[in-house]
């Protein structure tokens, strides 16, 4: 538990609205939306300025306590669970937009914006900020920049990274530091992007907005199956084609968004593509005219287009909605994030039916097809311990099939504890000890968010990198699995 001194000094930043301390408001905060393990924090403090972010990690370094940085929560890899010996600092409160700067296509807002409102800012002038996660009516721009976020319109507009022009962060020391990608020098929001909160405390963001397309078209091809979907999202590929978005919706969630929302989806269908054409309106008919006839080549049943604004908005519901709506299947989902070459989808596909019935679990896929970024869900009970162990078993299997198949441990949603002792399926002990030896030259102290990203416990990899003892001695300290 935290020192009592600590808590009172925190407060004198915070003051009493900022600083949540008691047994349910712990609890609250006990997880984000990786479902496998659970441990409260041992405070919650909410900043509201940069200036407040800097005063409290300069406390937690004096006080030599641990500070695990969160945004909305929505991470699926554990990335902002903390410990009871740990504090968590939210930025949902840096909520404000700074300035929309349409002149220059930019907007400069508070980590805690959620990603949508950027969108909400500036569509009056024709412009939108492309990076798309499912979670972007809940995430944040700092959240997402730390898990260098993607969504189904990355296979055309790529990752947050692609998008951010700058950032204010506070290093683990406390200091304030402004970062300008269009300045010279070495790219130290490069390192940042991605770095699950590990590096610095995200606490402004700059990001590039882009024209709203003139033209959109909307596709649903229905399937008789998952491999015809699969190899339909490869032809249309290997024609030259890169739609705005690719993705792939199988029977299990058609039903159950179905049975939510009542679209009128062809529950009957083995899955569904979800294709989305974007650019001038000039050939765009043309293109998704060859889109319609790769799908028909390759087998559907049929292929609907969305003709006004009302069906595409119902068809991106279905896929926006998908995860939610499993919670009429099982009490609990674990959504997985592994990645393929394209060109692999059907056989990873069919291991992962192997997967499934070897452990006895239900496991249904949604996921952004385009670019082999799979997101097996897999369903289950959390109150059943031994249905908990199946499910992390059988996502072991899943990552190691998805490396097997030439591809990584994650497309999105980052490591975060869930993976970690998984990196050495992928990176050589060099490799993983270089990007360390990068994360304490600004983490020295090893206080900001202990135990994720990289391995601690080696678990799955013992030859590959030795117990950080430092590390392992910060999370010994407060309860938890980690
Ligand atoms: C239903 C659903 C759908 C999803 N779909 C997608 C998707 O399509 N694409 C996708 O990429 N992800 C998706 N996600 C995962 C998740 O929404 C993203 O990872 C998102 O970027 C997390 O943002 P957040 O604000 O919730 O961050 P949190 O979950 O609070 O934190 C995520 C990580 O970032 C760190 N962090 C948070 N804020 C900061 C900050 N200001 N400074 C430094 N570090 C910080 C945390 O320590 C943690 O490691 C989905 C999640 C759900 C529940």
Not at 184 to 211: N, Q
Not at 279 to 301: I, N, W
Not at 360 to 384: K, Q, S, T, Y
Not at 421 to 447: A, C, H, W, Y
Request: overall charge neutral; proline content about 6%.
């Amino acid at each position: 538990m935290l020192d009592p001194g600590f808590l009172k000094q925190l407060l004198l930043i915070v003051t009493d609205d900022g600083l949540r301390t008691s047994d349910a408001q712990r609890h609250a905060y006990a997880s984000d939306a990786y479902t496998l393990e659970k441990a409260p924090p041992g405070a919650i403090v909410l900043p509201n300025s940069t200036e407040q972010v800097a005063a409290i990690v300069k406390l937690c370094l004096v006080h030599g306590v641990p500070i695990v940085p969160r945004g909305a929560g929505t991470g699926l890899a554990g990335g902002a669970m903390a410990r009871e010996n740990m504090v968590l600092l939210c930025l949902s409160r840096m909520n404000r937009i700074r300035k929309v700067d349409i002149p220059n296509r930019r907007v400069h807002a508070e980590a805690g914006v959620v990603n949508t409102t950027l969108t909400k800012a500036v569509a009056p002038h024709g412009f939108l900020y492309a990076p798309d996660p499912s979670s972007q009516g809940a995430s944040t721009v700092g959240g997402n920049l730390a898990n260098n976020a993607g969504g189904p319109h990355t296979l055309k507009y790529g990752v947050t990274a692609n998008h951010i022009l700058g950032a204010t962060i506070v290093l683990p020391s406390g200091d304030i530091v402004n970062l300008d990608a269009s300045q010279p020098g070495l790219d130290i929001l490069g390192i940042i992007c991605g770095s699950e909160g590990t590096i610095a405390i995200v606490t402004e963001v700059v990001v590039k907005i882009v024209r709203a397309p003139e033209a959109i078209r909307t596709l649903l091809a229905v399937c008789p199956s998952v491999a015809v979907a699969t190899k339909i999202i490869s032809s249309i590929i290997a024609a030259g084609i890169i739609p705005a978005a690719l993705e792939m919706i199988d029977q299990t969630i058609l039903r159950v968004v179905e049975e939510s929302y009542h679209l009128g989806l062809p529950t009957d269908a083995g899955a569904v593509l979800l294709i989305e054409m974007d650019g001038p309106e000039a050939g765009l008919d043309r293109l998704t005219a060859k889109v319609e006839q790769l799908c028909l080549d390759g087998g559907v049943v049929r292929v609907e287009v969305a003709s006004d604004a009302a069906t595409r908005a119902k068809l991106w519901t279905a896929r926006k909605k998908a995860v939610g709506a499993l919670g009429r299947l099982a009490p609990s989902h674990a959504t997985q994030d592994g990645v393929v070459p394209r060109t692999k989808l059907p056989e990873i596909l069919e291991k992962i039916e192997e997967i499934a019935a070897k452990y006895n679990l239900r496991i249904a896929n949604v996921f952004h097809a385009g670019d082999g970024n799979l997101h097996p869900v897999v369903l289950f009970d959390e109150r059943n311990k031994d249905e908990v162990k199946r499910v992390l078993a059988a996502g072991g299997d899943i990552l190691r099939a998805c490396v097997d198949a030439g591809g990584t441990l994650t497309g999105e949603h980052g490591i975060g504890l869930e993976k970690q002792e998984f990196m050495g399926l992928v990176f050589t002990p060099e490799d993983l000890d270089l990007q360390k030896r990068i994360r304490n030259v600004f983490n020295p102290s090893g206080l900001l968010n202990p135990g994720k990203l990289f391995p601690v416990h080696n678990t799955c990899c013992p030859h590959m990198d030795r117990p950080d003892n430092a590390e392992l001695q910060l999370l010994a300290r407060g309860k938890g699995s980690v």
